[in-house]
């Protein structure tokens, strides 16, 4: 009796704390929820003695709510005491009290921005409750655990006006985010004025015309896009802004590679003589920034400029997919490398940018780079931003260099985030907001020493296939929410069904500002799992699955289909159409999925090698999901490999007859995706002695467009194995050429 007790004050004391947590994002590291309210006056007093920038900032953001007024300490509703700075033992600048009793409102920091940090927290806590004019009395001890908290913003593929770039900064305080990474120079265009090389803003922020639609469809809008750049008075405005709102702006100046609107202006700085022009295609681009002390001189002066300009303490000078082509062809580089007895053109750019990083520390600053600058050995005091997967971060770490975590398969917002087929024409990947939530920056290879040198986690929005502002707030909302809770350290993806109730309430704070968010998480999700005679198919929102309606022959769903109760068996081809309901409204887009169920369906999977973080969701069942990939979106249906053969081996659990084998590959040279060189068909009755029954060249592959169908006789096997091989390393002449090609794989079926 007093165990069955006991277990019941457990069980009510969680469900008073769960109805006791606060909607806050991000959710602070220590909550206590006390006795009685405090009611918000007609008129909000504030103590004259308030930190004036960050003051007017509290009064701004809640200036349609609540009328201000200030007053002497003892009556004012809101007070602040500036903690010492002696005893901040085991606490950062950043950290804050706030304390909510029934007669006044305190907050405590050692530092204006653990105040600013401190009055985010009240913002979202008087939103919450202006209706009803009571606020809970709590008690918030609270700190971030990541000291780099940032957002990056490329305005290079497609611009953003001065208003729109502080818009975005204050998502990023709203947020408590603190890092604002300004990507300002790529092949597509130069953004930022430099007095000294005027060319850069009247030849290179422009280019002719623009891709438009999806890459593979090759087409353009045929309009001059430009000149769109920012002069330096309007960046030293968003410096400032950003500075009062305790943010730091990071520049990102592009070297040595990304380069071609710099070497429009300026082709002397070129390996070949040109001509150039903006890149008006996305991807990458084989001219680059030569070595030599024309261009070194050059970029000093960029630099001298930009650091003038931004006091930030990192200047990033990017690193990344620089071709080694035009170095390879290029006399003076030979010679360079061979003067400085460097192993090769890896060992080039690792000179290149031990030369800059030089310059930058000569000025008092620092570098921070991609994680291509680990090539060929890493600048003394370089930071690295790992972006391609965590390997970057790590290898950092364990050399004692400082990393910022922001792998793409988690951290990048122009990824879809939703079904590809109701979401806007994205990048690729699939990035969707629980798996944003799931990350934690700290890779579990790293020791508590080597954790150290993990200074904090970004995510980063890439804007080729985003043309204007709608889209960006669409792009990182809600996913930065997530971000936010993950660098503040207080992410738990075991509880993440708790934090899309508090999303769903912060909705209501986008919707009065009038941002256009997306409504991804409303929408039906589709799990698929391996069941008896093909899959299963789940469906699930992140509201009661009870408004779920959904049909199997290919009508859209309507308030009067069938209600959806228990799992679908999928043993035949068909389309599953999906959609959420609430008081027979359609509050959810129409998802569709459809299958496609061969002998493979639902079987056994295993792969020799893995793919990519990027493009891995579903892992190798995906491969026999039932589900044929989109060849223009390459997102959640697709397996990505880098520089990887494809080695499947499927257990169809017993001997079965099969005559045709099938899967697909993809072309993509803009983004490095390459078909697949060589395909053999294997089959097995122990799973261990294979017999190619099969085998295709490159030239079948291309004939057939990468949509592979093999008659393979009549065959009768428990074991099935493909190898789907790797284009390998990208030829001169191809974007990316000498970096490892991309194969993607979708389903693999036998009938």
């Known amino acids: 009796m007093i165990r069955v007790i006991f277990i019941f004050?457990?069980?009510?004391?969680?469900?008073?704390?769960?109805?006791?947590?606060?909607?806050?994002?991000?959710?602070?590291?220590?909550?206590?929820?006390?006795?009685?309210?405090?009611?918000?006056?007609?008129?909000?007093?504030?103590?004259?003695?308030?930190p004036k920038s960050e003051t007017e900032y509290f009064k701004n953001r809640l200036s349609s709510d609540l009328k201000f007024k200030y007053s002497n300490k003892s009556d004012a509703n809101l007070v602040y005491f500036q903690l010492p700075k002696s005893g901040n033992s085991g606490k950062n600048d950043e950290f804050y009290t706030l304390e909510i009793t029934p007669k006044q409102i305190q907050i405590k920091s050692y530092t204006k921005q653990g105040y600013f940090l401190g009055l985010q927290t009240l913002i979202q806590i008087i939103q919450s409750n202006q209706k009803n004019k009571?606020?809970?009395?709590?008690?918030?001890?609270?700190?971030?655990?990541?000291?780099?908290?940032?957002?990056?913003?490329?305005v290079c593929r497609h611009f953003f006006t001065v208003e729109e770039v502080k818009q975005y900064i204050d998502y990023?305080?709203?947020?408590?985010?603190?890092?604002?990474?300004?990507?300002?120079?790529?092949?597509?265009?130069?953004?930022?004025?430099?007095?000294?090389?005027?060319?850069?803003?009247?030849?290179?922020?422009?280019?002719?015309?623009?891709?438009?639609?999806?890459?593979?469809?090759?087409?353009?809008?045929?309009?001059?896009?430009?000149?769109?750049?920012?002069?330096?008075?309007?960046?030293?405005?968003?410096?400032?802004?950003?500075?009062?709102?305790?943010?730091?702006?990071v520049p990102e100046i592009e070297m040595p590679g990304h380069a071609l609107a710099a070497l429009t202006a300026y082709p002397e700085l070129a390996c070949t003589k040109g001509p150039f022009e903006p890149a008006t295609k996305w991807g990458v681009f084989d001219d680059v920034f030569c070595p030599k002390d024309e261009t070194f001189k050059f970029l000093e002066n960029v630099l001298d400029?930009?650091?003038?300009?931004?006091?930030?303490?990192?200047?990033?000078?990017?690193?990344?997919?620089?071709?080694?082509?035009?170095?390879?062809e290029c006399p003076h580089c030979q010679e360079l490398i061979k003067k400085n007895n460097l192993k090769d053109e890896h060992g080039l750019q690792s000179y290149f940018i031990h030369r800059i990083e030089k310059y930058v520390n000569s000025k008092g600053r620092k570098i921070i780079g991609w994680d291509e600058i680990l090539e060929g050995g890493l600048a003394p005091n370089a930071t690295?931003?790992?972006?391609?997967?965590?390997?970057?971060?790590?290898?950092?770490?364990?050399?004692?260099?400082?990393?910022?975590?922001?792998?793409?398969?988690?951290?990048?917002?122009?990824?879809?985030?939703?079904?590809?087929?109701?979401?806007?024409?994205?990048?690729?990947?699939?990035?969707?907001?629980?798996?944003?939530?799931?990350?934690?920056?700290?890779?579990?290879?790293?020791?508590?020493?080597?954790?150290?040198?993990?200074?904090?986690?970004?995510?980063?929005?890439?804007?080729?296939?985003?043309?204007?502002?709608?889209?960006?707030?669409?792009?990182?909302f809600p996913r930065l929410f997530a971000l936010s809770e993950v660098g503040w350290g207080t992410a738990d993806s075991k509880n993440y069904k708790e934090f899309e109730g508090r999303v769903i309430n912060e909705f209501k704070v986008l919707d009065k500002m009038g941002i256009n968010y997306a409504r991804s998480i409303y929408n039906i999700s589709g799990k698929v799992s391996a069941a008896n005679n093909g899959v299963?198919?789940?469906?699930?929102?992140?509201?009661?699955?009870?408004?779920?309606?959904?049909?199997?022959?290919?009508?859209?769903?309507?308030?009067?289909?069938?209600?959806?109760?228990?799992?679908?068996?999928?043993?035949?081809?068909?389309?599953?159409?999906?959609?959420?309901?609430?008081?027979?409204?359609?509050?959810?887009?129409?998802?569709?999925q459809s299958f496609k169920v061969s002998k493979t369906t639902g079987k056994k999977i295993t792969l020799e090698q893995q793919p990519s973080e990027n493009y891995s969701f579903g892992g190798a069942f995906t491969l026999v999901d039932g589900i044929i990939g989109n060849q223009k979106q390459l997102g959640k249906t697709w397996l990505g490999f880098q520089g990887k053969d494809v080695i499947a081996t499927i257990d169809f659990g017993q001997k079965i007859p099969f005559s045709e084998v099938y899967f697909n590959t993809l072309d993509n040279k803009g983004s490095w995706i390459h078909f697949a060189k060589l395909a053999q068909v294997?089959?097995?009755?122990?799973?261990?002695?294979?017999?190619?029954?099969?085998?295709?060249?490159?030239?079948?592959?291309?004939?057939?467009?990468?949509?592979?169908?093999?008659?393979?006789?009549?065959?009768?096997?428990?074991?099935?194995?493909?190898?789907?091989?790797?284009?390998?390393?990208?030829?001169?002449?191809?974007?990316?050429?000498?970096?490892?090609?991309?194969l993607f794989v979708d389903e693999i079926g036998a009938n």
């Not at 929820?33 to 405090?38: L, S």
């Not at 990350?439 to 904090?456: F, H, M, R």
């Open 305 to 328: 400029e930009v650091i003038a300009l931004f006091p930030s303490q990192y200047i990033h000078i990017g690193g990344d997919e620089c071709p080694k082509t035009r170095w390879k």
């Open 9 to 50: 004050f457990v069980l009510l004391s969680n469900a008073i704390f769960s109805q006791n947590k606060l909607n806050l994002i991000p959710y602070p590291t220590e909550v206590s929820v006390n006795n009685g309210n405090f009611t918000l006056p007609e008129t909000f007093a504030l103590s004259s003695e308030l």
């Open 384 to 476: 690295v931003m790992s972006w391609t997967g965590v390997n970057g971060g790590i290898e950092a770490a364990k050399s004692g260099h400082v990393a910022v975590m922001t792998p793409g398969s988690y951290c990048y917002f122009d990824h879809y985030q939703g079904d590809p087929a109701t979401e806007p024409n994205a990048f690729g990947g699939f990035t969707p907001l629980d798996k944003v939530y799931s990350y934690n920056p700290v890779p579990t290879e790293l020791n508590a020493e080597q954790a150290k040198y993990i200074k904090g986690v970004q995510a980063n929005l890439w804007t080729e296939y985003i043309l204007d502002f709608k889209q960006v707030q669409y792009m990182i």
């Open 134 to 154: 009571q606020i809970p009395s709590v008690k918030i001890e609270d700190q971030p655990k990541f000291s780099w908290r940032g957002m990056h913003l490329d």
């Open 536 to 592: 299963s198919y789940e469906l699930s929102t992140s509201q009661s699955a009870s408004g779920i309606r959904y049909t199997l022959d290919g009508t859209e769903p309507t308030i009067n289909s069938a209600a959806y109760q228990n799992i679908i068996p999928v043993s035949k081809d068909l389309t599953v159409k999906s959609a959420y309901f609430e008081n027979g409204q359609l509050k959810s887009a129409i998802s569709s």
């Open 682 to 742: 294997f089959i097995s009755d122990d799973g261990t002695n294979f017999k190619m029954i099969k085998e295709i060249g490159k030239q079948e592959i291309l004939d057939a467009k990468g949509k592979i169908k093999l008659n393979v006789g009549n065959q009768n096997s428990k074991y099935l194995k493909i190898k789907i091989k790797n284009a390998g390393i990208i030829p001169a002449g191809n974007p990316g050429a000498d970096s490892k090609a991309w």
């Open 172 to 249: 990023l305080a709203m947020y408590k985010l603190n890092t604002f990474h300004w990507h300002l120079t790529d092949d597509q265009g130069w953004r930022i004025e430099i007095k000294k090389y005027p060319k850069l803003t009247t030849v290179g922020a422009k280019r002719k015309e623009s891709m438009i639609g999806a890459y593979v469809d090759n087409t353009f809008d045929g309009k001059p896009y430009g000149p769109y750049f920012y002069t330096q008075d309007q960046i030293k405005d968003v410096v400032k802004y950003a500075t009062e709102r305790h943010i730091t702006v």
